[in-house]
């Protein structure tokens, strides 16, 4: 099992801010990297650092962390964020290790 | 155009080996760490090794550990996965993914390639 817990799901109406969270205790020592996952398409990240967007990523993602929890944050989501959401960090050795995912349904 | 490419899925039986490798291109590849992460029918990311950009530093799943070898030639802007004694349960998408860093440790994968099948069936 992950030692980073994520919701299975979450659904956003068009338009609308959602948060995805991340839970674990690695969380107080690193930051979360988030990816963007679309059927049949490899992973894309999408915030790193303590929030740091790659380019060409829109401003509308943005991440966050409060003590054992990381987020993401989609400020008026679109059509075409539907997708699995991973979060990832360290585990307690200090390897890299992803959350569960989390399916974003925009509705 | 920053690039990673995969190749040496198949299908391969249990207990047998298979050796993938991930050319990249578009970066000064000796630079930074390089990963594998792999992806079961269905099922979530996980990482499975990462190697650092002189090779000095790597670090393997659990669920690899002793089975798998990961490797670099910065001179080829190759990195490769010798995965032995192959089980069932390694059946999955393979990526190649770059690090934001040098090391193992603390980077995010800002590149990823799209990755080579590997299915363990007898």
């Known amino acids: 099992s992950s030692e980073l817990t994520q919701d299975p799901a979450v659904s956003v109406a068009l338009g609308q801010t959602v948060r995805i969270t991340c839970q674990g205790d690695s969380l107080r020592s690193y930051y979360a990297s988030w990816y963007q996952q679309k059927p049949g398409q490899a992973p894309v990240l999408v915030i790193y650092?303590?929030?740091n967007r790659p380019s060409g990523i829109p401003d509308r993602f943005s991440g966050s962390s409060s003590g054992n929890t990381a987020s993401l944050t989609i400020t008026g989501a679109q059509a075409e964020d539907e997708a699995d959401y991973y979060c990832n960090s360290r585990d307690s050795s200090g390897n890299p290790v992803f959350g569960g995912g989390t399916k974003l349904t925009v509705l | 155009e920053v690039q990673l490419v995969e190749s040496g899925g198949g299908l391969v039986q249990p207990g047998r080996s298979l050796r993938l490798s991930c050319a990249a291109s578009?970066?000064?590849?000796?630079?930074?760490?390089m990963h594998w992460v792999r992806q079961a029918p269905g099922k979530g990311l996980e990482w499975v090794s990462g190697?650092?950009?002189?090779?000095?530093?790597?670090g393997y799943a659990d669920s690899v550990k002793g089975r798998f070898t990961i490797s670099r030639d910065n001179a080829k802007n190759s990195l490769y996965l010798q995965m032995n004694s192959l089980r069932a349960e390694d059946t999955a998408l393979y990526y190649c993914?770059?690090?934001?860093?040098?090391?193992?440790?603390?980077?995010?994968?800002?590149?990823w390639g799209q990755g080579t099948m590997v299915t363990v069936s007898s």
């Open positions: 993914a770059k690090d934001t860093g040098a090391g193992v440790v603390g980077g995010a994968f800002d590149i």
């Open positions: 650092g303590k929030n």
């Open positions: 578009g970066f000064t590849f000796d630079d930074y760490a």
């Open positions: 190697i650092s950009w002189n090779s000095g530093s790597i």
